[in-house]
């Protein structure tokens, strides 16, 4: 990854799925965000329904 702040964030989120031991799905992360928990189907569904673009 050439962009040093994606980078960052990307490990942050990785030492987050860590630190919840989340190794496998159901996770769903969107534009940074992470679906984790028992909504995390109809939440991605919303987003994907409701994307704009």
Do not use: C, G, W
Not at 27 to 43: C, H
């Amino acid at each position: 990854m050439e962009n040093p702040e994606l980078m960052i964030e990307f490990l942050r989120t990785k030492e987050k799925l860590i630190k919840n031991e989340i190794y496998s799905t159901p996770t769903f992360i969107v534009n940074s965000l992470i679906l984790d928990n028992e909504f995390a189907i109809y939440n991605l569904e919303y987003l994907l329904q409701n994307d704009k673009n």
